[in-house]
């Protein structure tokens, strides 16, 4: 790798863990100085490694650099001798020899533990995520807009008031108490969960950008499931989810980037190697007495890696959404269930329920009526389709919706 | 948005269906629910099985029964949400116990907690 790909390469897998220890050492309410040292340690690769070459083993380097950078920063900045200096000094070490520990281990805790600080209940969930990103992802302020589909300043804006908060909570970079961790448990899910659906369902046309915000949400929890005290059933289950949905990247679209509807995948492209782990963390979710959410959603997912259209296949999944509904409403939930009833009873029935869900803002609404009413009332289907066509966003959607159409002269 | 309880009333509890009746009528009762959850108006609910029940009577005398079923038993009820009776009506309208001679269900206004009702 030349110095062009590698420092953006060790920028993601380093940043993230360099920033985790430094800040974990410091307190999150210097969580921004842990980012600056951190990126200041890379814009001295940059400087250094142009001029001199690339060191034989350069995350040691910019380990090392971080180290002396913290250590320097720790003894000649006055705040930090006032305020954090003299709690650092109450342990045994000297500030001259503070540790600073960038072992695998203790940067595995500390992102760990960071995770659970970001995920704190007073932090909206749109910045969790923002921060999630930033911080345990090494994601550029640039790349967290666009996966948002947002500006720069908004991001920064709603960084900057996610860590104000985490300084006026005084939120610990710790691992929760026992009885703790499953409430705040519930919240860092939530987060990877929304963090993977971003990356899944982006509407932003930067694929690489999607498919990283999906294996950064997988890394992350795979860190929870590491872990002997977070590795619990519900955690299981997302993952499971998880490795079902990503096992159809390759599936789901096509050379030119659109994407590829379900019923139209190659399923040779399937990766089963990630269905295989979707079924092995399926399984181990089952210990528990509680169905959460991932539960119901990584069991549908789990049919839909099996592509044979079974009528057993589609009353198994037309029973998980009924259940999912009744833990959780959610819109798309409730037009997949309808279609799914179609399958799995018949049509018409499904014409009856859709009817009823009445989500007329909602293009994903007329596609499914549109669906429903093709081969049944195809003037019907279309006039829904033209509906359709005309409350959708993206033009990714608006293609869709068009092949529709077009194939109702066909039928 | 009020919330009114859909309760299953059966002419004869004492029945005893097939297994595989039974499975016919619990896929049909999912799916009912699962239709009203859809529209986002499920708010909750159980079945009242008559394993482990018992009826406790004047002076703590305690039986196994009967469960009202002199003349119809409970079989469960569903809480849902609706913008009128008639609209919880319609939703009772759907339950698959309504498919057996003599059943009914009976759709009852929750009382609101506050103070008033």
């Known amino acids: 790798m030349n110095q062009q790909e590698l420092i953006p390469h060790l920028f993601r897998t380093e940043f993230r863990k360099i920033t985790a220890v430094l800040c974990k050492l410091f307190g999150i309410e210097h969580i921004e100085i842990a980012e600056d040292l951190a990126s200041e340690t890379f814009l001295t690769a940059l400087e250094t490694w142009t001029y001199k070459g690339i060191p034989q083993n350069p995350t040691a380097w ?27 000094r109450s342990s045994p070490l000297e500030t001259e020899e503070i540790e600073i520990d960038l072992s695998e281990q203790n940067i595995t805790d500390s992102q760990l533990q960071m995770l659970f600080a970001i995920c704190h209940p007073a932090i909206p969930t749109e910045a969790q995520i923002g921060l999630a990103l930033r911080i345990l992802c090494g994601f550029g302020i640039d790349e967290i807009a666009n996966a948002f589909l947002t500006n720069k300043e908004n991001i920064n804006k709603r960084l900057f008031r996610a860590r104000e908060k985490l300084r006026t909570e005084k939120v610990e970079i710790g691992f929760p108490s026992k009885t703790e961790i499953n409430k705040r448990l519930e919240a860092v899910l939530t987060t990877l969960y929304l963090l993977f659906s971003e990356g899944y369902y982006s509407e932003s046309n ?34 499971s ?14 050379e030119n980037g659109e994407i590829i509807l379900y019923q139209d995948q190659d399923e040779t492209l399937w990766n089963k190697e990630l269905i295989t782990k979707g079924i092995y963390h399926l399984n181990l ?10 539960h119901l959603e990584a069991s549908i997912a789990y049919w839909h890696t099996i592509k044979a259209d079974t009528k057993e296949k589609w009353e198994a999944i037309l029973q998980l959404y009924n259940q999912l509904l009744q833990i959780e409403y959610s819109p798309v939930a409730a037009l997949n269930r309808t279609f ?15 009817e009823k869900l009445n989500l007329t803002s909602n293009h994903f609404y007329f596609v499914l009526l549109g669906e429903l009413y093709t081969g049944v009332d195809n003037v019907k289907a279309k006039q829904n389709f033209q509906q359709a066509l005309v409350l959708a966003k993206t033009n990714t959607d608006k293609q869709t919706i068009q092949k529709k159409i077009d194939n109702l002269l066909h039928h | 948005m009020d919330e009114y309880a859909l309760i299953m009333r059966h002419e004869d509890g004492g029945k005893i269906a097939s297994p595989e009746q039974m499975q016919i009528w619990m896929k049909q009762t999912m799916d009912w629910i699962g239709g009203i959850a859809a529209q986002n108006k499920f ?29 119809e038993t409970i079989g469960g009820f569903i809480t849902v949400k609706a ?23 009976e759709v009852r206004k929750i009382a609101k907690r506050d103070g008033v009702h």
């Open chain 1, 285 to 294: 979710s089952s210990h528990g007495n509680k169905i959460s959410k991932y």
């Open chain 1, 62 to 88: 910019l380990y090392s650099v971080a180290k002396n950078k913290a250590r320097n920063y720790i003894t000649r900045n006055n705040i930090f001798e006032g305020k954090i200096a003299k709690q650092i």
């Open chain 1, 241 to 254: 989810l998880m490795c079902f949905h990503a096992s159809r990247f390759e599936a789901r679209k096509n």
């Open chain 2, 43 to 71: 708010s909750g609910g159980t079945g009242l099985p008559f394993e482990n029940s018992k009826v406790v009577w004047h002076n703590n005398v305690v039986t196994n029964g009967p469960f009202g079923d002199i003349k």
């Open chain 1, 340 to 354: 799914v009833l179609s399958k799995a009873n018949s049509k018409k029935e499904a014409i009856i329920e859709a």
């Open chain 2, 83 to 105: 913008d009128s009776v008639e609209e919880a009506v319609e939703f009772a309208k759907g339950c698959p116990v309504l498919q057996g001679e003599g059943n009914s269900v």
């Open chain 1, 206 to 239: 930067d694929t690489v950008l999607r498919e990283d915000l999906c294996q950064e949400a997988m890394r992350l929890i795979s860190l929870l499931i590491e872990n002997e005290q977070t590795n619990l059933p519900n955690v299981n289950a997302l993952y």
